[in-house]
């Protein structure tokens, strides 16, 4: 049998291998391998739980159990390989106490994570002699000298101090006393000299490029400090209280720099302070805390949320009335967008507790999200410069005075910040901005190189920013190529952002005008660049007029048909929006940017086999996988085919760069799906990225209704309509919460508020249609979905919402009016077609009733309404067995549609298949318990069957569901007719 050789992973990350079974025997009898480690076959095995190969898990049961023993040649070997791990283990004991394990030297995670050991087999595979060697951490890029004047270089390592004002300014912010979240903990001095075996391991490294050639795995495991972060659950293992604080106490030095290369890596160590001790509460918060403060570069995916809220939870059950928890309450308060909640358990917290500097730094901060300048002051002002731990308070100072208009003060706040912590790039990115808005070129230009030179520390919109600004600065200096390049990676990451387009445009057709032979490009870009200046102003036909020239100036540029499809979409003309986009992917089908654009307009038209269609060719071009993720999603959420939807957009926001849109429309699909909870969430991070969004805004106010009750949501959209121009959209909000909660009256209230505000807005009258159907008014609901029509055309609510009315009347032609309205806008709206047909079918015209539920299977084939409306037909018509097999259609789609199984049990029933009949009822009743018509048709059976106790006591509980049936007399016969 031929022998096999493993590759082993340490839990400290270390690799081992490749080595025979025989060496792993020794690793286990002297404890190093504990069943906790993963292990692949070498050379291309999965890697797997070592204890999930057989012949190492009974090696490890018999060290458990103490039946591994070693004859004297294998006790002499097991003496060579505990001097070799000793040797290393000497090695991370001087790493995490040295103060090399602070910013600035050789850090503790380099020892915890960096270092891999690699055992180098000499000689032929069977041969057991190996060579123990660490890896050295890979060296880092250093970014090239920024800006024009004084220029500096900076180094990603935030321990390398960088004075960016030039002489550093006499300061009192030094930090003297501890603080919960934000303190700097000194580690333990250095321990002088090394032992021999520790200098043998390290004069190991000199060899470590033949390991690597020779051990290729090692390599791949090695870790980047900015690569992406698992936001993970630590596994627990062996619990070390002492090693816990230890790596705690090295994890802070990174935390309080504030930055995404901090909270990476303070991230990596906690997650070993807590598998160490999982009863470590500070370092269940400070961990929770470092993955929120990566909420900008991570995955946000629902693991993420999940993983922090389990984390806080965890902290919270310990019972430990500390400072960190508090805090990681009121961090995880804020993304949710909820500061009023934080500024609760911060008062809850110091009724018992001293208000130190923690409490007063959080409480500002639940202040500024509220944009409440002078509590946020004040609370600031309270805090002693000396306990100014870090960069969080000086930044929090810079958005303060940033959101107050004292921009020399920002600029000083955000210039201590970076002077703190020089990869601060959030802080970075405002003084680029502010500095450029003083003609600070230079130094302007520091901190968008700085950026841009470290994509790994910024958003995708801090990079968008730093390029664009670049890209000013540049064209001043009338280096236009650069510039339009800068602008070209703008784009990228902010392809929607209208002062991009406009400058990008602007100077397209400036470097136009230069090229000879270049002017009708030249003319096109500068018709662009006006029409782009008047639709951010919201002059839609000025817009057009500008865009038109554009496309008469260069005919074979799909640019201007875009720009066209976005003012006939803006002013509610959605086919001329999609006839547009079709001439534009037509012109060019190569353009893959082109296609989401088209894709999206033929959702909003609900030209879903299209939309398909597209998707496919898109997915030919190479198309990024979110992108295709995302469109799906709508693509499935427009079709209410939740789920489904669910599934795409939790892959779509799953990379660190989605947008705000992205996250509402998730948001959305949960909120739809009754998960409020985590929708509070993606809402919240809308508002993250995008603070003045509306729909995200009044999405937290009803998760909040929905979660702590109404009152709640309408405090919320209460103190966000002080800081906010939109006033009638958030006051519209509320009327919508009233409504859901039944509260038509104060539904209405909301509603004349929010129309107060601005009486052109479409919105409110919806709402307030609503509200008079909850008072069975519907007169006045009918007049109100009527007006609201008319401000939104697009939008085909209003005219379903008066065919129901109409249908409840019993004014079956002023209904039909009402959903042919929808069908000439919309010819493929799920469910009109249907909807004409339950008209039709109230008539008692079954051919045309018929024919509409044809028509709907043709349009929408996954709308199961229609086969259960075709299925009524053939009934009524005696057809059963056409009923049947449109029927048994449905129930392949989803075998669990209660209507489709009652249709069918009721088609069985008359065809006196009565076992069929049963059958397709009993499994009706088993999905949906509380339906009254599963009883009745039960009923309906039973009789048929002969069983009048079982036919009285569905025909009882169908009278118990439904005390108001119209046939309740003619049932109520029967029941007394003994």
């Known amino acids: 049998m031929e022998q096999l050789f493993y590759k082993i992973c340490l839990e400290n990350g270390r690799v081992l291998g490749p080595i025979d ?17 993963t292990a692949r076959v070498y050379p291309d095995g999965e890697w797997k739980n070592i204890g999930a190969y057989p012949e190492i898990a009974a090696l490890l049961e018999a060290k458990k159990d103490g039946r591994l023993v070693l004859d004297s040649q294998k006790l002499e070997e097991s003496k060579a390989i505990q001097a070799e791990m000793a040797g290393l283990a000497e090695i991370d004991s001087m790493a995490l106490d040295s103060p090399e394990g602070s910013p600035g030297g050789a850090t503790a995670e380099a020892s915890l994570h960096d270092e891999k050991t690699v055992i180098v087999r000499r000689g032929g595979a069977g041969e057991e002699n190996t060579v123990i060697r660490s890896a050295p951490e890979a060296p880092r890029q250093q970014p090239a000298p920024a800006g024009r004047g004084r220029e500096r270089e900076f180094e990603v390592d ?8 030039g ?29 021999k075996r520790a200098r043998f391991v390290i004069a190991g490294v000199a060899a470590v490029v033949v390991a690597l050639l020779l051990n290729p795995e090692s390599d791949k495991k090695t870790l980047d400090d900015n690569r992406p972060l698992e936001v993970k659950m630590p596994v627990p293992g062996k619990q070390d209280a002492h090693r816990s604080e230890k790596l705690l106490s090295t994890a802070r030095q990174y935390y309080v720099q504030d930055t995404v290369d901090g909270y990476r890596k303070a991230a990596r160590i906690l997650q070993k302070a807590v598998a160490f001790d999982v009863e470590n509460v500070k370092a269940l918060c400070f961990l929770a805390s470092a993955y929120l403060g990566l909420i900008d570069v991570a995955n946000k995916d629902e693991n993420y949320f999940t993983v922090v809220t389990r984390l806080i939870e965890a902290a919270r059950a310990k019972g430990v009335d500390l400072p960190e928890v508090v805090a990681s309450d009121v961090e995880l308060y804020l993304v949710l967008g909820n500061p009023d909640a934080a500024i609760g358990r911060v008062d809850e917290y110091t009724k018992t507790h001293p208000y130190g500097a923690e409490m007063r730094y959080y409480v500002a901060s639940a202040f500024l999200a509220k944009g409440d300048i002078e509590n946020t002051r004040k609370f600031l002002d309270q805090i002693d410069p000396k306990e100014w731990n870090g960069a969080r308070i000086p930044y929090l100072y810079g958005l303060m005075l940033e959101k107050a208009g004292q921009r020399d003060e920002a600029i000083k706040a955000f210039s201590e910040t970076v002077r703190r912590s020089p990869a601060h790039v959030r802080a970075r990115s405002h003084l680029l901005e502010l500095q450029y808005a003083k003609d600070n070129i230079a130094e302007a230009g520091i901190h968008a190189d700085y950026v841009i030179a470290n994509p790994a520390l910024a958003s995708g919109l801090e990079l968008a920013k730093a390029h664009y600004f670049r890209a000013r600065m540049r064209t001043s200096a009338k280096r236009g190529e650069e510039a339009l390049a800068d602008l070209e990676a703008a784009l990228k990451n902010a392809p929607e952002e209208p002062d991009y387009l406009l400058e990008y445009y602007t100077l397209k057709a400036r470097l136009g005008l230069a090229v000879k032979g270049a002017g009708k490009k030249a003319k096109m870009f500068d018709a662009l660049a006006s029409g782009e200046k008047a639709l951010r102003e919201d002059k839609l036909k000025e817009a057009q007029f500008f865009f038109l020239s554009a496309r008469q100036a ?7 048909l875009v720009k066209l499809s976005e003012t006939f979409r803006r002013q509610g003309d959605v086919q001329s929006a999609k006839l547009n986009l079709a001439k534009a992917v037509k012109l060019a089908p190569a353009r893959v940017e082109l296609y989401p654009k088209y894709i999206r307009v033929l959702i909003d038209a609900y030209e879903f086999e299209d939309a398909q269609r597209m998707l496919e060719v898109y997915k030919g071009l190479n198309a990024p996988a979110a992108a295709i993720d995302r469109l799906n999603g709508d693509l499935f959420f427009k079709r209410q085919r939740l789920r489904e939807a669910q599934v795409y957009y939790k892959r779509a926001i799953a990379g660190a760069n989605a947008d705000s849109g992205s996250y509402v429309t998730y948001a959305s699909i949960l909120f739809a799906g009754n998960a409020f909870r985590d929708a509070a969430f993606f809402y919240g991070l809308a508002l993250r990225f995008d603070p003045t969004n509306v729909a995200a805004t009044i999405g937290v106010a009803k998760s909040l209704a929905e979660l702590d009750g109404t009152q709640r949501g309408i405090d919320y959209l209460n103190a966000a309509m002080r800081a906010s121009t939109r006033k009638a959209e ?16 104060n539904a209405l209230k909301a509603v004349d508020q929010a129309l107060a505000y601005d009486s052109e807005l479409a919105l409110p009258h919806k709402t307030r249609g609503d509200a008079y159907v909850g008072l069975d008014k519907y007169k006045e609901a009918l007049d109100a979905y009527l007006t609201y029509t008319n401000l939104a055309p697009l939008d085909p609510a209003g005219h379903i919402e008066r065919y129901k009315l109409f249908l409840k009347k019993f004014d079956l032609k002023a209904a039909k009016e009402s959903i042919e309205k929808v069908i000439a806008t919309y010819p493929r709206y799920p469910g009109a077609y249907n909807l004409l047909g339950e008209l039709y079918l109230e008539a008692r015209n079954f051919a045309s009733a018929g024919e509409a539920a044809k028509q709907e299977m043709i349009f929408n084939p996954a709308y199961l309404p229609a086969y259960v409306l ?19 259609r449905a129930l392949k789609l989803d075998p669990n549609f209660v209507p489709a199984l009652i249709q069918a049990g009721d088609a069985n029933r008359l065809l ?15 999905l949906d318990s509380g339906n009254p018509q599963i009883h009745k048709r039960l009923g309906q059976l039973y009789i048929d069957l002969g ?32």
Not at 168 to 183: C, D, G, L, Y
Not at 554 to 560: F, H
Not at 874 to 885: E, G, S, T
């Open 730 to 745: 958030l006051m519209n909000g509320i009327g919508e919460i009233f409504v859901r909660k039944g509260d038509s009256q």
């Open 912 to 926: 006196r298949t009565y076992g069929a009949a049963k059958a397709l009822l009993e499994r009706a009743l088993s």
């Open 554 to 560: 260069q005919e074979n540029d799909p640019t201007p």
């Open 21 to 37: 079974l025989d060496r792993i025997t020794l690793f286990v009898a002297n404890g190093i391998f504990k069943g906790i480690e």
């Open 870 to 888: 075709a299925g009524k037909v053939f009934i009524l018509k005696r057809d059963y067995n056409d009923a049947l097999d449109v029927l048994n």
């Open 167 to 195: 002489d550093k300014p006499a300061n009192p912010w030094v930090a003297t006393e501890k603080t919960a979240m934000f303190t700097l903990n000194r580690p333990a001095p250095m321990k002088k000299g090394l032992s």
């Open 158 to 165: 935030p321990g390398h101090k960088v004075d960016i004002e």
């Open 947 to 978: 069983d009048k106790a079982k036919a009285r006591q569905h025909y009882r509980s169908y009278l118990d569901l439904q005390p108001d049936a119209q046939d309740r007399a003619e049932v109520e016969r029967y029941l007394g007719g003994g």
